[in-house]
């Protein structure tokens, strides 16, 4: 196979095969590991190996005529061939060989034109491998339309970068810039991301910078620089951002980022478990990741998202401010006291919530409780102020890939409270200001668990085994050698299956569906909720489970109070609290409940009366302002 050079080389990342309009590869790799390197072109039984020209800094290059698109290769690495690490495609997994593959072919025909901004948006996390019981893209992109009219703006993918075996989370991934093989095609992933833009659907990637997958990956062999020698990393080593010979490595992950949002029309990033990538440099290099995924966006807004075990606000602060630009990080602590107000359970890191109106009320205005107070579950201060911070950077959610696979068998949290507080906390969750997350199947009720699943080699499948039995010793009411046994075999087979959707049940769980299509209209067409403006509202605890969040509006007409009620009915003749008062010359009229039979309750009664409250036990419920009528005065009408 001839070798073409030629001085105009276009490329867009720093490392990998990028075809030129020519029908050549320029093929590009950082290798200052190996003694040896050569490129092996693999076509059939006309292998060869091709000569690499050694360039500065570590790489080395080449390009190759008639290598165009699908045309398979690795690099031999001191006699060893593996697969490229920034390889765009592994047809057979981590093990075999990369491929070539041309963005340009793909033909977008749908695109959300300005992009997707924050405000408004209501996401839906999702594994594509258990969305549909395919586990395509292809399969999933008929599901689309069904998501739309549910409400939901945005779809957040778990991590979908190649990883090894038939089955897995996703964040043991070993090539990320390679779409897993076993979702489909590069281009079956950008079909799905065009029929969701077509669907007005955002579509935003889970992606994981702060370590590598332990089995297949190739990063260590040709360079050692790519980790940290001076970080811990509970998943793997650390990746060297700071240390010697880190420039290629910073180079390579924020490349990345760019990378999806420019060749697969990405909407946004989440970035995972920022608190375990490490940077001591002036700039860090999360702050790098966000510049260059705007930059690639070429004047689209996007999202980035990150998570935070430790609730750093620096995240989301501007880069004017020192900050790292990112727009909205997920709310853990939310998660945890809505948990326990609805299951009363308190172990583990649940432990240091109450689960208590005020910390709900506290939550809905700002963001996170632990904003640098002692954290006893820790033993040390957790948290950073969020003050000056809106509401929409938070992300919010009853339910996450995480949270429902920590519960031990997996299972929804539906079916860990009674229906009328998981309705009561659902209105909540997506009436309070911040920004609402949902879980797959979660807007249609359905009944498949979520476990962790990972399918690995037997010696290390077992060791993974035995690490996540550990994990979930940590609550007392798993530790029992009963549930120990109880907890799923991450590499069984069947442990991934059970956790795919059953599509049917959306037919049949009808007063689910009529919940949260309901919610999330009243959430788009009511000037109070639609506004996320965490000033506007204020909260005042009512009773030991009972709190009321008031709306303030510009027009009195559009204020609105919402009242949770997890405990008994209440029945008071008043609330001596100003802020359960109408405007003047407006009551309070019943706009909304979470006891309406469409969605399974047992209806409401006449909420506010001359005579006093009467809020109905474990539910919500909205009250709109409404013009009073006149009240003729007793002796005008005794005169007329």
Known sequence: MPV????????????????????????????PEPRQIALRIEDGDNTRDVALDQEADGYYSV???????????????DGDALADPASRYQPEGPFGPSEVIDPERFHWEHSLARGVELPGQVICELHPGTFTPEGTWRSAIAKLPLLADSGITTIELMPVSQFPGRFGWGYDGVFPYAPTHQYGTPDDF??????????????????????????????????????????????????????????????????????????????????????????????????????????????????????????????????????????????????????????????????????????????????????????????????????????????????????IANSGDGSRV??????????????????????????????????????????????????????????????????????????????????????????????????????YRDLLALRRSEAAFRAQDATAIDGAVLGAELLVLRYSTPSADDERVLLVNLGVEVDAGSFPESLVAPPDDHEWKLAWSSEHPDYGGSGTPQVVSDAGWRIPGRAAVVLSATRAKRKLHASTERNS
């Open 414 to 515: 539906r079916f860990q409270t009674s229906p009328g507080r998981y309705r009561a906390m659902t209105a909540l969750t997506l009436l309070m200001p911040g920004t609402p997350m949902l879980f797959q199947g979660q807007e249609f009720g359905a009944t498949a668990p979520f476990m962790y699943f990972a399918d690995h080699k037997p010696e290390l499948a077992r060791a993974v085994q035995q690490g996540r039995t550990e994990f979930v010793r940590q609550f007392p009411s798993l530790a029992s050698a009963e549930m120990q046994a109880r907890v799923p075999v991450p590499h069984d087979p069947e442990t991934f299956e059970r956790c795919k959707l059953d599509w049917t049940e959306r037919d049949v769980h009808r007063p689910w569906v009529r919940l």
């Open 190 to 403: 950008r079909s799905f991301v065009d029929h969701a833009h077509a669907t007005g659907l955002g579509v935003i990637l889970d992606v994981v910078y702060n370590h590598l997958g332990p089995d297949g990956c190739v990063f260590g062999r040709y360079a050692r620089s790519y980790f940290a020698r001076a970080y811990e990393n509970e998943w793997g080593d650390a990746l060297n951002f700071d240390g010697p010979d880190a420039q290629p490595v910073r180079d390579y992950f924020a490349s990345n980022a760019a990378y999806w949002i420019d060749e697969f029309q990405l909407d946004g990033l989440r970035l995972d478990a920022t608190q375990a990538i490490h940077d001591r440099s002036p700039r860090h290099i999360i702050a790098d990741i966000a510049c260059r995924a705007r930059s690639a966006a070429r004047g689209r807004s996007i999202m980035l998202i990150a998570e935070s075990e430790t609730q750093t606000v620096r995240l989301v602060q501007s880069p004017e401010a020192d900050g790292y630009g990112l727009d909205a990080l997920w709310n853990d602590d939310f998660h945890h006291s809505a948990i326990v107000a609805m299951t009363g359970k308190r172990e583990a890191y649940y432990s240091d919530h109450r689960g208590t109106p005020q910390e709900l009320i506290s939550a809905a205005k700002r963001g996170y409780l632990f904003q640098g107070q002692r954290y006893a579950w820790q033993k040390k201060p957790r948290g950073t102020r969020t003050d000056g911070l809106p509401a929409r950077a938070f992300v919010n959610y009853l339910e996450n890939h995480d949270q």
């Open 4 to 31: 073409q050079r030629m001085s105009e080389i276009l490329r867009r990342y720093p490392a990998g095969a990028e075809a030129q309009p020519d029908d050549s590869t320029h093929f590009r790799v950082w290798a």
């Open 63 to 77: 390009l190759v005529a008639d290598a165009g698109a699908g045309t398979r290769y690795r690099y031999v690495l």
